[in-house]
């Protein structure tokens, strides 16, 4: 019945097909030629170069047959397809799960997985067009919508669920050091994109140069724990007011930029921030950094096998035997406690005034100011209140690490921090946890490419363009409800 | 239908020599005129005739080039030339605007709500009160709700308030504009061309909610209009502007019949206008 429908409306054009096919491995052979094909390798000294050919060969065929299946599906011959996808796909996931990886003439785990992945979602593709379920591209849409609008009510559970689950994390029987080293690095994001989320999400004021304020509060508590020996909690509200003031001061001359003027002035700031942490020898140590940055202790008792004299360590504390482990799943448990802070403040402030004035600045200044809204006053405490958790987030980073240089604060990082954001979708506060995860956690499972892995994350973000333009989950939830508002119905 | 004497009582807005130029080309030259509360003063012209300039060196938008423009509340009184634009919605000037700007990606209420900012802003004592959701502030925003509720109602919106404003038709959008500026509890109201794109039917519903501000908020509403309807059937009193200048000023018969009026619409042939009303 299926095969009568698909061959109804087209008559199936193998030369098509196939014409199609060897235009696009000739495409892939012109690219990947030199980009594969030629490997420089340091020999005794001077760089040699070994050609890959093979490699090139198996990248074109690849190529060419993933077209090819495509192709035979646009023109409606769904079967050969099926068939061919379905059968590569199994037999590269039999060889791979049958121990045969030796079977398979790719460099690298990651690159059988994704192969056999592509094999499988055109075989997949040829299924689902059989059996006549393909969504327009208008409702696969609004299914998404409808996915984010659900996700974004389910958020009463959901939430505290993922609270229960990140409390969990340090003690599952997979979490090695490793592990919750990434859970940290993940949750550093996670608080970074929630306090950007009030300046871009909320606000509306694009903001390139976010990693300052990052690089602010980072060098205040190593400044300050490293001279006058403060310790991190009394350090802590001091780089954050340090990082708001910084915010303030980005805010003054902006005031007036919108849009594109505005990111490219953060932007600036941003490089500012950093060229002046190179070059203000006396105070940051320039580029050789900060070192020696003391750790937080758990409340006074520090977390050392063999405490000075007089001091109590916390394994001594509790009678229990010494783990480095400790001092790892403290500071994951204290980025946990500053994220939900963050959390919490951007979901309070959301249903306050304040925050109503930066979602209404958002859509529209100049009614704002038609309605006695104060631009400069918002403007400036949405980015000194973005600036001071990013502060908190510096702190925490800098005791952590132990040593901060200005090589950790490039542009990068506030592209990243913007691209959970952005890709999370504008205000969701579920979503930046997704693309943190996503952006950051992704980069690290596929270490086995090696610097390849920066290609993985761009395949990712280039997917969600395309697929989700407005970001993952993106959907608003009124801030305020008229309970009892009568039901609405159609004009008549 | 008051006299414009200029007694002890100030009027509710006075414009004094209004003149604003852009470079070389005046808008608004030398204008006078005052708007009294419990009135709708409507400003009418032939297009460019600097209406919107009016209303915009009035609410502060621009910094008017020459001229005075006092406001007299009993709260006080305000140089309005002086001041900055969200100060003087403050102090109770609110408007609407030509193309309807609203906040689209926020529901009805919310736009209402937020209307409301400087009020709340204070309940909340600047967040502080509101975080730790204090009853001081649980209060102020039920007081706020049902501001936006009872305007909501009065506009016929009640039922679209959790809906986003800008999934709302085109009449409605009108409507919730008008809601929201008088959510600010103002004592002037400007409304810029509130009747564009109205059907008749929609037209005349906003005739009736126009005349029920006034009667019942007791404020000053000061209109630009294009629809003569809506013009000749509700003012109080008319000011006609032409090329930047006050060519008329009286109530909508006196208006009518001044042969100004009638150049500056239908042309030079006076004799022509037989009706003499300019629709």
Redesign the interface.
């Known amino acids: 019945m299926a095969v009568e429908a698909l061959a109804a409306p087209r008559s199936a054009d193998l030369p098509a097909a196939l014409k199609e096919a060897l235009l696009a491995g000739l495409v892939a052979l012109g690219l990947a030629l030199f980009m594969v094909g030629l490997q420089t390798v340091p020999e005794g000294g001077t760089l040699t170069i070994h050609t890959r050919f093979a490699a090139v060969g198996m990248v074109v065929v690849l190529v060419f047959f993933g077209r090819f299946g495509l192709a035979l599906l646009h023109q409606g011959m769904a079967w050969p397809a099926a068939i061919g996808g379905g059968g590569f796909a199994l037999l590269t996931i039999v060889a791979l799960l049958g121990d045969h990886r030796a079977l398979l003439p790719f460099p690298s785990v990651v690159v059988d997985w994704i192969v056999a992945l592509f094999a499988a979602i055109i075989a997949l593709r040829a299924a689902l067009s059989m059996i006549h379920v393909q969504a327009p591209v208008a409702d696969r849409d609004s299914l998404m919508d409808r996915i984010g609008a659900s996700v974004q009510r389910a958020s009463i559970w959901l939430g505290p669920v993922a609270i229960v689950i990140a409390v969990a994390l340090p003690f599952m029987p997979f979490a090695d050091r490793r592990f919750v080293d990434l859970a940290i690095l993940v949750m550093t994001y996670v608080m970074l994109g929630w306090g950007l989320n009030i300046v871009v999400g909320l606000a509306g004021l694009l903001d390139l140069g976010y990693v300052a304020f990052y690089a602010v509060g980072a060098y205040s508590y190593a400044l300050i724990a490293l001279n006058f020996g403060f310790s991190f909690w009394v350090c802590l509200p001091v780089a954050g007011a340090l990082a708001a003031s910084a915010g303030v001061m980005l805010g003054f001359p902006v005031l007036r930029l919108r849009g594109d003027y505005l990111a490219i002035v953060t932007l600036g700031f941003g490089e500012m921030v950093r060229v002046i942490l190179i070059n203000w020898y006396k105070l940051t140590n320039g580029p050789d950094g900060l070192s020696s940055i003391p750790r937080p202790s758990f409340f006074g008792f520090p977390f050392t096998r063999r405490p000075e004299e007089g001091v109590t360590a916390f394994h001594q504390l509790f009678d229990i035997p010494y783990s480095s482990m400790h001092r790892i799943i403290f500071l994951y448990y204290l980025i946990l406690a500053m994220a939900m802070v963050t959390n919490l403040f951007t979901i309070r402030i959301r249903k306050l005034p304040l925050g109503r004035a930066w979602e209404a600045l958002r859509e529209d200044e100049i009614a704002c100011r038609s309605l006695g809204i104060n631009p400069t006053n918002t403007k400036l405490t949405a980015f000194g209140i973005g600036a001071m958790f990013a502060g908190f987030a510096g702190s925490f980073f800098a005791t952590r690490q132990g040593f901060i240089s200005p090589e950790s604060f490039t542009f990068i990082e506030s592209a990243i921090i913007l691209s959970i954001v952005v890709l999370g979708g504008m205000g969701s506060q579920i979503g930046v946890v997704i693309a943190a995860i996503l952006l950051i956690g992704t980069p690290e499972w596929f270490r086995d490419l090696a610097q390849f892995r920066m290609l993985a994350f761009g395949a990712g973000m280039v997917a969600i363009m395309i697929w989700r333009p407005r970001g993952l989950l993106a959907h608003r939830e009124p801030t305020i409800r008229l309970a009892d508002a009568p039901i609405a119905q159609p004009p008549p | 239908m008051r006299d414009d004497h200029d007694g002890a009582a100030m009027p509710l807005l006075r414009v004094e020599h209004l003149t604003m130029r852009f470079g070389g080309l005046v808008a608004v030259d030398e204008l006078s005129f005052a708007a009294h509360d419990r009135a709708i003063t409507a400003i009418i012209g032939p297009n460019g005739a600097g209406k919107t300039t009016v209303f915009n060196c009035i609410?502060?938008?621009y910094k008017p080039t020459v001229g005075r423009l006092t406001l007299t509340t009993p709260r006080g009184r305000y140089y309005l030339e002086r001041m900055e634009?969200?100060?003087i919605?403050?102090i109770g000037v609110?408007?609407t605007?030509q193309n309807v700007?609203?906040?689209?990606?926020?529901?009805v209420?919310?736009n209402l709500?937020?209307?409301?900012?400087?009020k709340?802003?204070a309940a909340?004592l600047?967040?502080i009160a509101?975080?730790f959701?204090l009853g001081r502030?649980r209060r102020a925003?039920s007081e706020a709700?049902e501001l936006?509720?009872y305007w909501?109602e009065r506009v016929g919106l009640?039922?679209?308030?959790?809906?986003?404003a800008g999934s709302l038709?085109y009449g409605d959008q009108r409507r919730l504009e008008i809601a929201?500026?008088m959510c600010?509890e103002p004592v002037v109201l400007c409304l810029d061309e509130p009747a564009a794109g109205l059907n008749p039917r929609e037209s005349a519903e906003l005739n009736q909610l126009l005349v029920a501000i006034r009667d019942e908020q007791g404020i000053g509403v000061l209109l630009i209009e294009h629809d003569m309807s809506v013009v000749m059937g509700i003012s109080d009193r008319i000011v006609v502007l032409d090329y930047g200048r006050k060519i008329a000023d009286g109530t909508s018969d006196e208006v009518r019949h001044d042969p100004a009026v009638i150049r500056a619409y239908l042309g030079e042939e006076e004799e022509t206008a037989e009706e003499g009303a300019p629709c």
């Open positions: 609410t502060g938008f634009g969200f100060r919605a403050q609110a408007r605007f700007r609203l906040f689209t990606g926020m529901s209420l919310e709500v937020a209307a409301q900012h400087n709340l802003m909340s600047f967040s509101g975080i959701n502030y925003e709700t936006a509720r909501l009640i039922a679209v308030a959790n809906e986003p038709p929201r500026a600010i």
